[in-house]
């Protein structure tokens, strides 16, 4: 079918949009890289360009970035010329520079360093310029692991030859991810939107949100750079750090944002990117030590450095909540160093930049959780989100996010106050602190209901938030019945454990149904070519293969899906429509909610008062309350009770497995691969 592998197969199936959308935009980036080799060259530049580049231990890369610049639009020969830093290489790097030094000795030049870092490596660059006194006005530090469009020098130098009167200090070009292992390429780096609406020019002063961090994607006018690199950061934050300290040195002056001069930021297959190599000391503490908070106590009153240093911090801010194992490479005296940093770095950023901050995924519960626990601060309104609505009973579900959780709700439904039917409290940590709570609130609405919700937090009118959207009364119907409209369409339940497996709760639940509830109509669903598909077929049961054209079809329209694992292979195919029972297949020990929390369970299934307590209960970090979590045992215990014919006790002790040491997962399966 259209020779299509099964990854993409199934994304087609699940998510046909997103499928079309990601197909049509690798179209035409290959269209426009075949276009682009048959434009005309531009031998004689408005103006001349050096590139310099630290380069260690990047032998695999450097053909691709040599050939990406010399074969560059704008004539390479005439035009551009290349300062490469050697930081101590231990591989081929050296020599493969050597080879195109001597191919173009006059644009070409090599340096060798002892290893010191990035920063060092561009610093000797720069003084390298000064000292042979460069006569190429502008500067650019791409890395050697990258590579560049073909357009990239001729867009920028077009550009600064139509705007020689605009006072252009620096010009930055749109980042483009390419995914090594997929060869795929993703205009997808979350400060992209600059360069939405074409070509633009700020005022240094004025440049807000648009927050530019990347010196290799930037051009810079070296008449007006006098600051170096801090050698003292690590990758990630000496770009930024460099960059804005360029910017505010020339607050009068402008940058312009390219959106046809593009860089290709290279993620590598081994992971070993610059952004891929975050979790070191240096990252969580040197980053926001000398680099953010260096910025932010000099230049606090500035709105644009807000907004960088809060991109800066947001990544680490999101990665640690409720993930405190992440950083247990620190001490404990390094995790309250990281802490008071934090609320130090918090104490320059303004309230109002944090609420308008939309980067990065940041979204309202992110700027509740910084006020509280950074700021100890609330927000001066609430929102309130429609998240959930079970038809069967008639409930919407309303949350909220708070850092106070003795916060007081009422909800006024046409007109009167209401009845919470369950209550659940989520409590998000940030190492040893509350970073804030989500309460998650199940109110009963009639089908009379005209329209009119309204929400109260502490006596205070919240907004009303329904996908991202504020609603009105009228929309909030509409929302309503649209809700009501995904009822079951069908009486009939699919089971199912493993897809190549049976023998589970699944298996012991549909049997206990069909010879106690033989009108229930239920199926269940395997692998045909599993080693359980014969025995259960003797048995009478009403087998669907997993993944044919009939599962499909049956788990579109089944009321309940009944299953004892809840992995992606299965849920993906669940719509709202069905009712998803997890029966599970064990007892769980840890704290698995950063997994189960994305999954919409209608049915929790515990077997003891611990498991149910840990989960049910408030002040853990599960979503699930008591609506959907049950004290029931599980299938397969009961069936193993009833079929006991010995009397002896005994203790079976029995290794589990470890995620840690078990391979990856077959696609669309739950079979994983041998070690």
Known sequence: MLGLNQRKLQKLKTNPKLFFKDAIEK???????????????????????????????????????????????????????????????????????????????????????????????????????????????WVTFTDPDDFLDRNYFYEVDKFLSTHQDDDICMVGCSVIFYHEKQRIYKDNHPLNFKFKNGEIVYNNFELKNNVHMHAASSVFNIIYLVQEFDEKLKPNFEDAKFVNEYLLENIDLKSAFLPKAKYFYRKREDGTSTLDNSYTKEYFLTTIDIGTLSLLECFYFNRNIQNVCLYHIIWQIKDLINSPEKLSFMSENEKQRYLELLDQNFSYIDTETILDFNLAGCWFFHKVGILNCFKIEKPPFQIAYIEDYDPYKEQILITYYTGDDKDVESIVVDGEEVYIDYKKIVKYDFLDRVFCYQKRLWVSLSKTFNGKLEIYINNIKARITFKRKQLQDIEVKFIFMEMLSNIKISDIWLLMDKDYEADDNAEHLYRYIMQNHPKQKIAFA???????????????????????????????????????????????YITNRSQFVFIQHGVILNDLSRWLNFKKINLFITSTQAEYDSIANDYNCYKFGKKEVVLTGLARHDALLKNNRSNVKQILIMPTWRKNIVNSVVANSGKRKLN
């Not at 580049?53 to 390479?76: C, G, T």
């Not at 009403?542 to 054209?549: A, D, M, P, W």
């Not at 899906?561 to 992995?567: A, E, M």
């Open 27 to 137: 179209k035409l980036l290959h269209l426009n890289s075949t276009y682009n080799k048959y434009l005309p060259k531009k031998h004689k530049g408005f103006t001349q360009y050096t590139i310099i580049s630290a380069v260690y231990n990047v032998e695999k890369y450097l053909d691709d970035y040599f050939n990406s610049i010399i074969n560059q639009r704008l004539d390479f020969k005439k035009n551009i010329f290349m300062v490469l830093v050697d930081d101590g290489s231990t591989d081929n790097s050296a020599n493969i520079i050597k080879k195109y030094q001597k191919k173009y000795p006059k644009n070409i030049v090599y340096i060798y360093k002892e290893n010191g870092g990035q920063a060092s490596a561009r610093n000797l660059g720069l003084k390298y310029m000064q000292e042979n006194n460069y006569k190429a006005p």
């Open 526 to 572: 395997l692998r045909k070519e599993s080693s359980d598909w014969e025995r259960l077929e003797k048995e009478g049961f009403n087998l669907i293969e997993f993944g044919s054209f009939e599962f499909e079809r049956i788990i579109k329209k089944a009321s309940k899906v009944i299953s004892s694992h809840c992995d992606e292979y299965l849920t993906k």
